[in-house]
């Protein structure tokens, strides 16, 4: 058990995964870029397009192509998005710094750690065991292992369900507004981080418990 702050006692976190545990970008920008030269469309920089990322691949293709996102999500291009990343889901894939020692901590001191993300199962499972994440994690829940994803709270609550801990007693992590709103929709203390894939001054405007910018800071309010 460990103790953020002064009046919150947690017995287990769980965690965003792109843009939150691995910066996944580069492997999904890759993809796109490989869909838009076969198409004869311009690639885009990594630079630019990383912040698209946590807009899935519906808002890849939107911002791209210029596309609305119904267009976006019809778009042939899209499948092929898909497809090109299943292939190479963790090529050029790293855990954000620090992340790995923060697990490690948590491990040593025996807290349960998950992972609640809007990621299609296809591409969480082959990616989580390449990154050596897939033993570690109490509980892993995709974007489609349930009837529905962030920002609702059921998988939130389901994860914790499986854990056997209370959402008030879990601690949610996550870089994107969504995963605040699901975080306290299920009744947990929230942390927004800004090394992933939303620009630090949105993330000010999300009612998150903490906002922070380095893993440091995460462990000093895990108390780890």
Known sequence: MLSPGTDCTTDCVLFDLDGTLADTAPDLVAALNSVLSSNDREEVELTTARW????????????????????????PYRQQLLDAYASNVCVLTRLFS??????????????????????????????????????????VVSG??????K????????????IGVKPSNTVFVGDDQRDILAGQAAGMATVGVTWGYSRPVEAKSWGARWIVSNTPQLIKILGI
Do not use: Y
């Not at 698209?52 to 778009?75: C, D, F, Y």
């Not at 020692?101 to 990621?119: A, F, M, Y």
């Not at 489609?144 to 994803?149: E, G, K, N, S, V």
């Open 98 to 139: 620090g992340i790995d020692c923060l697990l490690k901590r948590l491990e040593s001191r025996q807290i349960p750690w998950g992972i609640v993300t809007n990621k299609p199962a296809r591409f969480t499972d082959p990616l989580l065991g390449q990154l050596k994440l897939d033993r570690r994690a109490e509980v």
């Open 151 to 162: 920002p609702d709270p059921l998988p939130l609550l389901h994860a914790c369900e499986v």
């Open 52 to 75: 698209w990322v946590a807009q899935g691949s519906v808002g890849l293709i939107q911002k791209s192509l210029h596309m609305t996102a119904e267009e976006a999500n019809s778009s």
């Open 144 to 149: 489609d292992t349930l009837c529905r994803a």
